[in-house]
């Protein structure tokens, strides 16, 4: 990426806020993200929760599908009790920047694109949890926003966004490849921008940063190892970027996995395949949950195939 | 109390609610002894398994089967519940996705590296071939590549098993609705004749691709005979080997591979602790094991 386009990506990031469909409470939910876990307020997150009735509805949906238990939970605070402070946060993150995305700019399939995110979240916490890292929630959290830049590109750069996904689908690359060709950056240049104007951690910053650079991962930090290794799972598992890709990985090989196997000993004993098996196993109801979340259309068509069967 | 006598009554369904934690520790016994594994989402498919296998030994909870299965003589009944769960599992074009990456990935690789000699010739190996569904796929998938991918190139497929019976119906190649439920009618029609009530027979053509045999995989002189085989495939056959039986042939596997060569096993099934010289890959919808060759050790993935 060359300084003009840097420089012209930052300008444009800065104005995204003004976005007439950003809702009111992602301004004081980015504050509540940039705190340390244990400093987040509960009554400020239900307070956040209850302002807006269709984000309340969607949390209560999240809190009774089936990836996070299919317990009944009729109230907010009920469901942040069930979900714990961060998820509510990260989900109510989801929900709002999926609201702030006008509806015709969504160059890639909003149910393609959360399904990849909410799966990289799903199993960068689990890989998180597999080999001790600390803070199993910040990796969720980091895995859930490591593509937002295909957002930003979606907005900023509809139709050229558009051609790279195209291209991308139609010789089976990997959809950096072709950002890189066409826009002359990434998604991994404007999320971390992006990640960086809204304040967030450096270390999540980075995630969003390095997450497909191999050069940078062995200084860029566990998380962005994490979620460099959880995003190719998810796009080996039918969770990927909604087109084929011709992908052969040797994880063990890779510059991430080795990286966290000096400093993380419990992945010396990692059972992959074993992982793998468990990540296909939850794949059904992310896709599920994420359909309920944010495609209420194919929800009810799938409910419509199942009261025909 | 009725609720008891219910529960005793003759040809009563036995507890089959994958939640019990009994069903996690089978699972994690069967993954022991046989590699093969569920996870919590597909543990209701192992229930299912110790379900049949419950009503005959009239078993009423999973806790009780649990216990059954660790005795000491119970080795038998760990077959048992093995030859259930693979039953069904054999039908052509069963996995699609491990052809896939033979098309994209495996083939395109190993074409490149023997294009360079002059024998223009891959190997197949399908190790435990048990009635040939799967050198029967494989054949029809090179051969639809022959104008493709695999032009000026020929291939043999080696098929064997230990069993007899097995042997004999794969070489028949009579196949029913069930083993044929994946083949498009296109194949049927190409590959196959109409052999009366409803089943087809693999025609000269396709059977003239496989070499059939009778490999006992355990026979160390027969093993160290096969040699620069490209592919092996070896489903669900090593799931019935204790561990050292088990180790013994996939080194053999190892040797009997061409540098750059692969193995697949069982989709459920892993090499965990069995190997580490072979290098776990994965590709959409499936995984191999390749031995890497000399310039590949050090490669990442992209």
Redesign the interface.
Known sequence: MNDKIQSQLHDRIANLDSLPTAPTILTPLLEILRLPSEKIPFEKVIELVSLDGAIAAQCLRMANSPLFGSRYIETARSAIMALGLERVCSLLFSLCVNRSMPRDKWVIDPITFWRHSLGCAVVTQNMAKAVNYPEPEKAYLAGLLHDLGMLVNCILYTDDFRECLRQAAEQ?L?IHILEEQILGFTHCDSGQILCAHWGFPKDLIDAARCHHD?ALLPTAGPLACLVHLSD??C????LGYGY????????????AWQTLFSSYPAFKSM????F???I???M??IVATVDSIFGNKVVENKKAAAATT | MPVEIAKVKVGSVPESNPADPAYLKIRDLIYKVSGIYYSAEKLYLLAARCARRMTVLNLATPAEYLERLLLRTSDAEQRLLLNEITIGETYMFRHPAQLDALREVILPQILQVKGSTALRRLRFWCAGCSTGEEPHTLAMFLLEQRDKLLTGWTFDILATDLNDNSLEMARTGVYGEYALRNTSHVLRRKYFKDVGEKKLQANELLKSQIRFDRINLSDDSKMLFQKGIDVIFCCNVLIYFDLVSKRRVVQHFYANLMPGGYLFMGHAESLFQVNETFRLIHFPGTTAYLKPAVSQAAGGAK
């Open positions: 089976h990997p191999v190719l799972l796009r080996v598992r039918y084929d890709e011709i992908l052969a990985l040797d994880l063990g090989s890779d510059v059972d992959l395949a074993r793998t098996l468990d296909e196993g939850a059904d109801q």
